[in-house]
């Protein structure tokens, strides 16, 4: 029978060893660390036996070197401050936007009857059909890639809390009413809370697509950034910048992902019980 707080990947250690017990306690990490290690050692192996050349691969140790030369140098810290800015402003803006949106959009269903077909409309658009228009009306300047960015996130952002609203369940609202609470007094004690893990999901889904506008739009139009840095390096087939790049994006897209998570947690208790004891 499951205990409250256990997990589905909750194993016995009684009688196992202490580094059993390590083992059994810490096995995720244990087994990707152990599987990006080989694929990185398999990666490198690849490059110095010369089965792929590595102007088209490179390889993790090349690029390790060319990020420490870039730091070192000094040459990438204007890039970061450049798309560090896009991307925060950018999401910043489109939380800002989205969060309070689309608590009214689900709380209030004309408002969700007018302004329904442009969200569509804009769900359905690809962001990169839209940069030439963008260009032309912002610049290729800061802007341009903020706007970029903040079209990427805020529909995620959106359409999550907008689901979160509306997937509160009828019987809350039914007892709250017959004991005669204002709807302001539901609002805020039984549909906010039970919307906040929507919240934090369209957060952590609108990261990936805020970093996916920095480097498209610094790709299309800039003069610095990361996707600046890519676009030059790919052009001069310097294979190990471009890597570093991608590198770059992605950890911060990690980092994020990981801060909303830790913060999601803070909020776990608003988080509706899947499932039943057994």
Sequence with gaps: MRTEGQTL???DVTGVSS?????VEHERGLIGTGAVLTFLLAWEAVTR??????LFLSSPTLIVRAG??????GTIWRDLRVSGTEFVVGYLMAAGVAIPLGLALGWYRRLYFCLGPFIDVLNAVPRVALLP???IWFGIGVWSKIVVVFLGAVIPMLINTFSG????????LKVARSFGASELKI?????FPGTVPFIFTG?????????????VGELYAATAGIGFLITVSGATFQTDKVFVGILIVTTTGVLVVELLDRLERRFEGWRPKVGSAT
């Design 19 to 23: 580094l059993g017990k390590f083992y």
């Design 187 to 191: 609002f805020w004690t039984i549909v």
């Design 133 to 135: 228009v963008i260009i």
């Design 165 to 172: 609203v509306k997937t509160t369940e009828e019987r809350f």
């Design 68 to 73: 420490y030369e870039l730091f070192a140098e």
């Design 203 to 215: 957060l952590k889904y609108a990261a990936g697509r805020a970093l996916l506008g920095v480097v």
């Design 49 to 54: 036996s010369r089965l792929v050349d590595p």
């Design 9 to 11: 990947y909750a194993a």
